[in-house]
């Protein structure tokens, strides 16, 4: 298996969004694993950080056909997934579909639309299709969705249901950058207040959605050792036993986590699995997936520490 030509696109996908955004170094990263996992990602961070430009600088270094949705307090359903409208010329309902029917869909401020309508992407992230008046549509097999949020305790905001914290195979953090990558971010858009259009920086689509398809099919033959699996759902299993939580992770996020290490893997070059990949990749899987007991949560302990405390305690194979 020649994994070569996709680790090559990833890096010119990488520097090509670089030209755009400055540092997210891990989260451009992720983002790559995940578009070669199928997996959707949710970005989050404070106003300011660049989570919208850094999802739509990613999504111009592919050649699919992408839509942005802002999630506002008054966004209903159909807005996004569309609606059959009556034709008085003919007679008929003629479907207007909405801007989910898509490959590339940017769910921006995802959190700020209230629950009756975060709730229309749930279908269509699990089954990539929605069902408007009883009939199904198919997305296609590029629909991924890259979301933006504001942390919860912000102004204005509605949390996520666990249903679909659970469809995103990552929960990026975004933060402050460094006092150099600030500096780089000063010269490279301080003659400007608004966001920066990409067609000043020339980027050019690196993959279509053939190579896509290829890549993705490479990434489902990395091999998967016995042991592998074993410290995979080890993992996961162990977070449903520890009393600082009230919820452990879903079995949907162990099938999640071994494609993603597959996919981890193939972008190291690797045509196997190694437990540093499950390493690297079980924060952003499962930081989302947990819910802190009130004791764990006053005593300001964080997902995130908890999934560490599992990686030290569950033994990796040698």
Do not use: W
């Amino acid at each position: 298996m020649d994994l070569e030509p996709i680790r090559q696109a990833s890096a010119r996908l990488r520097e090509q969004v670089h030209r755009v955004v400055v540092g997210h170094d891990q989260a451009i990263d992720l983002m790559l694993v995940a578009l070669l996992s199928e997996g959707h990602v949710l970005l989050e961070g404070v106003p300011g950080t660049a989570k919208t430009l850094l999802a739509r600088a990613f999504a111009a270094g592919l050649s699919l056909a992408f839509n942005r949705i802002q999630f506002t307090p008054d966004l209903m359903p159909g807005d996004v997934i569309g609606t059959n409208l009556f034709q008085f010329q003919t007679g008929q309902f003629v479907l207007t579909k909405g801007p989910i029917f898509t490959e590339i869909l940017l769910a921006d401020e995802i959190n700020r639309t209230p629950p009756k309508t975060q709730a229309a992407l749930l279908q269509a992230m699990q089954e990539r299709a929605v069902t408007i008046d009883g009939k199904t549509h198919a997305l296609g097999a590029g629909f991924l969705v890259l979301a933006t949020q504001n942390p919860i305790e912000h102004e204005g905001t509605y949390p996520l249901p666990e249903a679909q914290l659970d469809r995103f195979l990552f929960k990026i953090l975004i933060g402050y950058p460094t006092r150099d990558q600030e500096r780089e971010m000063v010269q490279l858009h301080g003659h400007r207040t608004a966001m920066p259009a990409l067609s000043e920086f020339e980027l050019q689509p690196i993959a279509d959605l053939r190579f896509l398809e290829g890549a993705r099919k490479a990434v489902q033959a990395i091999r998967l050792s016995e042991a592998i699996v074993d410290y995979v759902v080890d993992v996961v299993r162990a977070t449903r036993e520890r009393t600082s939580l009230l919820a452990g992770a879903s079995p949907r996020s162990a099938n999640m986590l071994a494609t993603a290490a597959r996919a981890h893997a193939c972008l190291q070059g690797r045509d196997y699995v190694v437990p540093d990949d499950v390493k690297a990749l079980a924060v952003p899987t499962l930081r989302h997936r947990l819910l802190l007991a009130p004791g764990a949560e006053m005593e300001g302990l964080t997902t995130e520490a908890v999934i560490r405390q599992v990686l030290e305690q569950v033994p990796a194979p040698r």
